[in-house]
């Protein structure tokens, strides 16, 4: 007894080409940013001298290259070098997240004050379950896609920080 015979070319097309990928691309044509890493001389090509700091010499953005929603405008941050903050448990860094080093190590983070009102977008996790008599925190993360944490700040506070090397460069 034979197979009864199969014919691919009466299969029915499912969806027209292309929308798949319509769905998929962002709402607007954002250009691509950079990471940190990607500098070869790191934080000291993202930053332009101002007074007494550093700031931001870019427009900063969700490093996840699929979405790339603007975070903060260029001028805004001052680039701030301290103790390294562990924002997630260890293991659990997403997989676009370079790894924050171990603290008392120093990091380079973007000191961005005094509300959220300087953000063009971003979110803010719940507060963190903390040791009684300890600042809560929230993190930060990307308003758009909810890529993070890309940085922190405490609850009711005025200073947000974000690391350097969780956000995009639109250089
Ligand atoms: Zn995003």
Redesign the pocket.
């Known amino acids: 007894m034979s197979a009864p015979s199969t014919s691919s070319t009466s299969a029915p097309e499912q969806m027209p080409p292309g929308v798949m990928e319509a769905l998929l691309r962002p709402s607007q044509n954002r250009p691509a940013s950079r990471s940190l890493a990607s500098f070869s001389d790191g934080v000291t090509e993202v930053v332009m001298p101002e007074s007494h700091f550093l700031l931001n010499k870019y427009d900063l953005c969700?490093p996840?290259p699929e979405?790339?929603?603007l975070i903060l405008r260029t001028g805004v941050a001052k680039l701030i070098e301290k103790p390294s903050v562990q924002m997630e448990p260890a293991d659990r860094t997403p997989a676009l997240l370079p790894p924050m080093p171990e603290p008392p190590a120093v990091a380079n983070w973007w000191l961005v004050t005094p509300s959220p009102m300087e953000f063009e977008n971003i979110g803010f996790s719940k507060p963190l379950s903390s040791e009684p008599g300890a600042a809560q925190m929230k993190l930060l993360v990307?308003?758009?896609?909810?890529?993070g944490p890309v940085g922190w700040s405490e609850v009711g506070g005025t200073e947000f920080w974000l690391a350097c090397s969780r956000v995009g460069y639109r250089t």
């Open positions: 969700c996840r979405c790339g929603s990307c308003a758009e896609c909810d890529l």
